[in-house]
């Protein structure tokens, strides 16, 4: 890590706007409490009665949902220490760097009580993962308006795959913790998504190169965790996350957002880092500031961003191969998901194509 940010200056431009966001944030954001979750009159003593294989309630594939949900929610410090590393330390961004892990905390807390007390996943594996990730922890090559353009995507993503996976579960507890952790989620996303759209008022061709390269290049955080192809794998066969999704909730609706709508009319325009400056743009539709009467209509609803660009690596997404022209385009979605049962395509039916501008999902 650099110790200076090449977006130093970007940063300090934003940071009133970082500010606004986090006001924002503070006002949507719902106290809850993790151990109100947890059915804790199902557990029993794992010295008493250690787990064995026939315990778990939940199916192999739901397993294997829960368990990459909370390896990647387990990898906290990582991301923590990125977004301090990338952000800094000042004002706006130490506070939302601090509410943000602060929040996210809950997540894996709420998740590995849920498993452990209802005996739905072997201890002993997963406290070997737990270590062995986050040994390996998180270090993304990425400059402050890359790691920002990554976390809108990443943390859409993030609310859908929680989502699909409480409905896969077919348990109404593990159900119930999923709508809560995927509601924080979303509000995550709405900073991340209009702090981008704030960059592209202030230096459009560098933040349309950040969002591009999210859109070609996209690893979930979990990537790194022992057997993730497989399991993503696992996931994408029952139809919680897949390209598919990863295409129709994912990419169209954070690029049809005010995010990046005006991202065609920038494409070519010089940088601020390098010479001239970029002209000025409205800012987001529900920032507090500006309206956008000249903003550029969003493009058709049948428009495709252009098939020759290389596909995000798919076995970092889901472990489902397709080609760059399948995942950009959208053709092709239905041959990755031939093997989901009907149950998976009901509950991915259900989880909707729109994002939520407000803290439920």
């Known amino acids: 890590m650099p110790e200076r940010d090449p977006d130093h200056d970007l940063l300090r431009e934003l940071e009133p706007v970082a500010e606004q966001l ?30 064995t294989p026939d315990q778990p309630r939940l199916t192999g594939v739901a397993q294997a949902a829960f368990e990459v949900n909370l390896l990647t929610e387990d990898n906290l410090p990582s991301y923590h220490h990125q977004l301090l590393a990338s952000f800094g330390r000042d004002r706006a961004w130490r506070t939302w760097s601090h509410r943000w892990t602060a929040e996210e905390g809950r ?49 859409l993503a993030t609310r859908i795959s929680h989502r699909n996976t409480g409905r896969y579960s077919d348990d109404p507890v593990a159900d119930k913790i999923m ?19 704030a960059a592209l008022h202030l230096d459009p061709s560098a933040a349309v190169e950040a969002i591009t390269g999210e859109v070609i290049g996209f690893a979930m955080p979990g990537v790194g965790i022992q057997g993730f192809t497989r399991k993503a794998l696992q996931t994408a066969q029952a139809g919680i996350y897949d390209l598919r999704i990863h295409h129709d909730e994912i990419l ?50 049948n428009t495709a961003p252009p098939a020759e660009h290389p596909a995000p690596n798919s ?36 989880a909707g194509r729109q994002m939520s501008d407000g803290p439920g999902v």
């Not at 709508?179 to 759209?197: P, Q």
């Not at 489902?320 to 009907?342: C, D, I, K």
């Open 107 to 155: 997540h894996a807390v709420v998740l590995r009580d849920y498993l452990l007390v209802t005996r739905n996943i072997d201890p002993v594996a997963l406290e070997r993962g737990r270590m062995a990730t986050m040994q390996q922890g998180w270090m993304p090559d990425k400059t402050a308006l890359g790691l920002m353009a990554y976390a809108a995507f990443q943390e």
């Open 179 to 197: 709508v809560r952790v995927a509601a924080d989620e979303n509000l995550h996303m709405m900073f991340y998504r209009d702090i981008v759209a």
């Open 315 to 350: 076995a970092h997404i889901t472990g489902v191969n397709m080609t760059s022209a399948a995942v950009v385009s959208g053709s092709g979605g239905e041959r990755a998901t031939t093997q989901s049962n009907t149950v998976a395509r009901r509950h991915r039916k259900a």
């Open 252 to 301: 169209w609706p954070l690029l049809r957002s005010g995010t990046c709508s005006a991202s065609k009319a920038w494409t070519g325009r010089p940088s601020r880092r390098g010479i001239g400056s970029p002209p000025t743009w409205p800012r987001p539709t529900d920032s507090p500031t500006d309206s956008r009467p000249n903003e550029p209509p969003p493009p058709p609803t």
């Open 22 to 51: 986090l006001n924002r944030h503070l006002s949507m954001a719902k106290e809850w409490l993790p151990h109100e979750y947890i059915p804790w009159s199902l557990g029993r003593d794992f010295d008493v009665e250690p787990w």
